[in-house]
């Protein structure tokens, strides 16, 4: 067992299971202190549970709410209630999104989401009444010899990675979640939501755009200045990032003395065209589920455009000149904002738009954007984040200096920016300034976006020291930490800042280079390595279908009266019930009628993605040209979903081999990552490295996958490789679209030998 530890006070304890507490009213528009519940929404008024569909494909799907939350609440330590605060907006998201997806049954998860609800009312009054919070642990550590000296300093103890472990077994045993919770999936559009809702999305707050809660206090302050205490006020949270805004900014008006306030959360969705193939490419959505959607341009006019909206529209008819405040993230265009506010306009309502630290009013239906500073409290210990501009080093260096464990830097230490390789390889090679540089404050949309500029630690010698990125603040990060650890325990690092930290481990190969030239044995060997990796992560998933058609006992699947015997994942969003008979009797790659559920190819998309670069796809022959544009089964035919980071590592550059012949692969956070199934990782994996099809069939036998299924997942993955290429590319530099061209034929041309097929 690893000995991964987390430094916090002596008096605090581990973190233990959130106790249950009483539901909120049974309305989406939440509040503790309404005095009224409002109707039920009549978006989601009947269970979905026994629906079907003639011609659609039924997908049943088993999702585990301890392996989708609980991973949140085993890091929120009890007396942190920025942590607490946030985890319990995790679940209002997840559970606001299934219930909006209607493929899940509203009399489960309409208590689950009145509860998650309530809970976050609780942790926001907490939040912001300042509660006795212990300070927050320097990092989460592990590595080799960390249990030794983990807890030496004052004030501090040594929390074991096991902890972790125990905390969501705690999370799982006392929860009010069910162990597995059962949806019927009938069109893409559900499918795209129960996706959502099951990937537990990050806000931007706590990655791309970090905001700091606290200044949302001020932000009500100036809304009551301006209207009054005395008026009713509807806040309208956009999913995902005004969900982890609303609780506070009512607990913050409670304060103020305004009686009356309510808050719900919508997410907007686009509208999936019945006939896709007419609608123009211009306003194709990229595909999801399979699904290329076209969006729905024309603003919404009445309030039914939502799920939860009918509810808020009951409140507001109740009351004398209200006010409506919709919060969402940053705006970039606005377009979300404005779309959720066409259905809020009526003559007798002042309607206001905030995001952290920004609040404007609505002009007339004008749409104006408030960009301003980025929303941060600066002052007091500086972050990480806060110190990557040069004057700052000293103090960067100076707080890495005092992670537990950690050798003594030497004095001619200092950071380095890394460049994306992508962006060695096609573009000018330049690292992307640091967030708070002054060109990039000064640009159109300031964001607090460590995420962009990823660094070392390294000696005079430029030998590196450190390795450290940006994985997410809060709760966010240190869950996705704890479980790349789990799958890593060897590795020495420490969660910081919301930064991974780790050791360099040395002089690395390029794990394809090695392949080419190694012997038989040697080869056999690092494929088991690679096998034992993808493996790992196949055991580590979030929902499953009640059965795959291969791989009914594989080590990904769940097991056991409790389901916590693994982690298991999966939709296997094809399901037979209701199809054509065509369908359901055909291959695993269902190739006649109708794509059903379940049914992607994302060659299209990638072709528009080209062309807006003044690219496009190579020539290929018949044959191959016929494969790539095959449908992918979605999930493929194990039935494992997997929360992975393959979108944006996807290369070969992520597989490395040590001095001591150990395959590593790196960059496994998955905050910004998407859901993935075993067999697209095992395919992803032969086209990064270049692997021949007798290479395939063993990976995917020591995966416990069929070969023809990672076969027929082929396409998919080579357009995911295809789309990292490209989406790593800031612009092409001097002979970069040349390489770009050249690396593309080389991806599809693998694509077809490890298909083996007949090439001119």
């Known amino acids: 067992m690893s000995d991964l530890a987390v430094i916090r006070p002596v008096s605090e304890p581990a973190p233990a299971a959130v106790p249950p507490t009483p539901p909120a009213p049974a309305a989406l528009v939440s509040g503790a202190a309404a005095s009224a519940p409002m109707p039920a929404s009549t978006s989601t008024s009947t269970s979905t549970s026994t629906s079907t569909a003639v011609g659609v494909g039924v997908g049943v799907v088993l999702i585990h709410p301890p392996r989708v939350l609980g991973r949140l609440q085993a890091v929120a330590r009890p007396s942190d209630a920025r942590a607490r605060y946030l985890a319990a907006c995790a679940a209002v998201q997840c559970w606001a999104d299934l219930l909006d997806s209607a493929a899940a049954p509203v009399d489960v998860v309409t208590p689950l989401l009145r509860r998650a609800e309530h809970e976050a009312d609780e942790a926001a009054r907490l939040l912001l009444h300042g509660a006795r919070q212990a300070p927050p642990p320097l990092a989460t550590r592990s590595g080799a010899g960390a249990g030794a000296d983990a807890g030496k300093g004052p004030g501090t103890d040594a929390r074991p990675v096991g902890a972790t472990t125990a905390a969501m077994a705690g999370v799982a045993a006392t929860s009010p979640w069910p162990a597995t919770l059962t949806l019927h999936i009938t069109d893409a559009a559900q499918a795209a939501r129960v996706e959502k809702a099951i990937s537990a999305p990050m806000p931007e707050c706590c990655g791309y755009d970090i905001a700091d809660l606290d200044l949302i206090a001020a932000d009500a302050a100036r809304l009551v200045e301006a209207i009054g205490a005395d008026r009713p006020v509807l806040l309208v949270a956009v999913r995902s990032g005004g969900a982890y805004f609303a609780p506070l900014w009512r607990a913050a008006l409670d304060d103020l003395g305004v009686s009356r306030s309510r808050w719900c959360s919508v997410r907007p969705w686009p509208t999936l065209s019945e006939n896709e193939s007419s609608a123009p490419d211009a306003l194709r959505a990229p595909d999801r589920f399979g699904a290329t959607g076209a969006i729905e341009t024309t603003p919404a006019t009445g309030l039914t455009c939502m799920p939860g909206m009918p509810d808020a529209d009951a409140w507001l008819h109740g009351q004398p000149r209200p006010v409506v405040v919709v919060l969402d993230d940053q705006p970039d265009t606005g377009a979300t904002m404005a779309r959720v506010a066409a259905g809020l306009r009526a003559p007798d309502r002042e309607l206001w738009f905030a995001s952290v630290g920004k609040l404007w009013r609505d002009e007339a239906g004008q749409r104006r954007l408030a960009h301003a500073a980025p929303a941060w409290i600066g002052g007091g210990t500086r972050r990480l984040w806060e110190c990557l501009m040069p004057p700052d080093h000293g103090r960067l260096l100076e707080r890495l200096s005092r992670l537990p464990g950690l050798a003594r830097l030497p004095s001619d230490a200092a950071p380095r920016w890394h460049c994306p390789r992508d962006e060695v390889r096609y573009g000018d090679a330049r690292p992307w300034l640091p967030w708070n540089h002054p060109v990039v404050l000064t640009g159109r949309r300031p964001l607090v976006n460590p995420r962009k500029t990823p660094l070392a630690i390294a000696a005079a010698d430029r030998r590196p020291l450190l390795h450290l990125r940006f994985i997410g603040e809060g709760v966010f990060g240190e869950a996705e930490f704890q479980r790349v650890q789990a799958l890593q325990p060897g590795r020495r690092a420490w969660f910081i800042d919301g930064y991974g930290v780790t050791a360099d481990i040395g002089p690395t190969t390029p794990l394809a280079e090695r392949l080419r030239t190694c012997d038989g044995a040697t080869r056999a060997a690092l494929l088991d390595q690679c096998a034992d990796l993808l493996s790992a992560l196949m055991r580590d998933a979030i929902a499953e279908t009640p059965s795959g058609e291969h791989g009914a006992s594989h080590p990904g699947r769940m097991s056991g009266a409790d389901g916590m015997s693994g982690t298991r994942a999966a939709v296997r969003m094809a399901g037979t019930g209701g199809m054509r008979d065509d369908i359901a009797d055909a291959p695993p790659m269902f190739r006649t009628g109708e794509a059903p559920l379940g049914i992607e190819t994302r060659w299209p998309a990638f072709a528009r993605q080209l062309a807006d670069r003044g690219l496009?796809?190579?020539?290929?022959?018949?044959?191959?040209?016929?494969?790539?544009?095959?449908?992918?089964?979605?999930?493929?035919?194990?039935?494992?979903?997997?929360?992975?980071?393959?979108?944006?590592?996807?290369?070969?550059?992520?597989?490395?081999?040590?001095?001591?012949?150990?395959?590593?692969?790196?960059?496994?956070?998955?905050?910004?990552?998407?859901?993935?199934?075993?067999?697209?990782?095992?395919?992803a994996c032969l086209l990064a490295l270049r692997l021949s099809a007798a290479d395939g069939r063993r990976l995917a036998a020591r995966c416990g996958l069929a070969w023809p299924a990672v076969r027929d997942t082929l396409p998919l993955a080579a357009a995911t490789l295809g789309e990292a290429m490209l989406r790593g590319t800031r612009a092409f530099g001097v002979g970069g679209r040349a390489r770009f061209m050249d690396d593309l034929r080389s991806l599809v041309a693998a694509t077809g030998e490890l298909a083996e097929l007949e090439t001119p």
Request: glycine residues 8%; hydrophobic residues 45%.
């Open 616 to 683: 496009s796809l190579p020539e290929t022959g018949e044959a191959l040209h016929a494969f790539l544009a095959r449908p992918v089964r979605r999930l493929g035919e194990t039935g494992l979903a997997l929360r992975t980071s393959l979108r944006h590592a996807c290369g070969a550059w992520h597989w490395q081999i040590d001095a001591q012949a150990r395959v590593h692969r790196f960059q496994l956070e998955a905050n910004w990552g998407r859901i993935s199934w075993p067999e697209l990782e095992v395919a």
